[in-house]
């Protein structure tokens, strides 16, 4: 768990002073990094105008952590890397928590290699379930059971942990079930950890957000992923033409509504967040969401429009163009 906090400003007379609270963010590593930026840019922006200081703190325990700390009402904003689940909808009813809903963004979770790995150009669901599933935990750990041409060495996997929604969607999408995953790999809630195994072993394989990989892509090799088509890279191209599949997810954020209608300041932190998105997304290496996407979440927020479109599990496969043809009804 990382902590950052921030002495932020709002613009005077746009948030009254006796309004002023501190906002806590936490949740996903995967969107810490376009929060980061946020702040980053909120900060710069304001200090050129004739300002009050807001305090934001910012916290990344995972998608899961986020989402627990959200639902009992510890904070007020709740990054995710994939929607709100079932358990997570009942936790914030029994405490009352009602919540907007507000995509973000779009990922594409990538398969990642040492770059010394001259075997491994592409693989196929079937092998990355081979690699991941249950059944694998101390059964398949050499390469060459992969695939009889790779070589007789050592398999060392990275990832996520359990409170991840990359660990989630990805367990969804590549094995069939959310949590369904081997247990003996090297996990960890900070993806930058992750990088930094990955790109220290030979023999290692490793997935999280595209971000971290083009952050970190002179020490790492992407992997291509075969769902029947051939093999695709991750890219914002792929994603946008929706040929990366499917391995492309949407980000969230989501917002105590209660807490935005009392504390106008995170209403206002929150609308800037969505008209800085576009440009800060794109910086951040993620791929941002049509205009008009951005606009209806604006709209979500000023109508404190609460609840969620999704059935409270990662909608596999899901494209920008359905993301956009979700219900606009909450």
């Not at 510890?74 to 689940?85: L, Q």
């Not at 995509?103 to 979770?109: Q, T, V």
Request: net charge negative; charged share 20%; proline share 6%.
């Amino acid at each position: 768990m990382t902590l950052v906090s921030y002495s932020l400003f709002s613009a005077c007379g746009s948030v009254p002073e006796s309004a002023i609270e501190p906002i806590k963010i936490d949740g996903s590593s995967t969107v810490f990094p376009i929060t980061e930026l946020v702040l980053k840019s909120y900060k710069r922006e304001a200090g050129n105008q004739s300002i009050k200081e807001l305090k934001i703190e910012g916290e990344f325990s995972g998608t899961g952590g986020g989402f627990k700390k959200f639902c009992a009402g510890e904070t007020d904003i709740s990054a995710a890397s994939r929607p709100i689940s079932h358990e997570e909808m009942a936790a914030c009813r029994g405490n009352k928590i009602s919540y907007i809903e507000l995509p973000i963004a779009f990922d594409a979770i990538t398969i990642v290699v040492h770059p010394d790995n001259s075997w491994t150009e592409t693989l196929t669901i079937d092998q990355l379930k081979t690699l991941w599933e249950p059944a694998a935990e101390n059964q398949v750990t050499q390469w060459n059971q992969v695939d009889d041409s790779y070589p007789n060495r050592p398999l060392t996997l990275y990832g996520p942990d359990k409170l991840s929604g990359t660990y989630d969607y990805f367990t969804k999408a590549i094995v069939g079930d959310i949590g369904a995953s081997r247990q003996d790999y090297v996990n960890n809630e900070d993806d930058k950890v992750l990088v930094q195994g990955v790109s220290q072993d030979p023999n290692a394989i490793g997935y999280f957000g595209y971000g971290y990989y083009k952050e970190h892509q002179d020490k790492l090799k992407a992997v291509a992923v075969d769902s029947g088509n051939g093999g695709i890279l991750p890219s914002p191209d792929t994603v946008e033409n929706e040929e990366y599949s499917p391995l492309s997810r949407p980000l969230f954020l989501y917002v105590n509504a209660k807490r935005a209608q009392e504390n106008p300041a995170l209403e206002v932190f929150v609308e800037y967040y969505l008209d800085k998105a576009p440009e800060l997304v794109a910086e951040a290496d993620y791929i941002p969401l049509p205009e008009d996407a951005y606009h209806i979440a604006k709209v979500h927020l000023q109508r404190f429009d609460v609840g969620s479109v999704f059935q409270g599990s990662p909608q596999v496969g899901l494209t920008i163009s359905d993301l956009m043809r979700q219900p606009a009804n909450f």
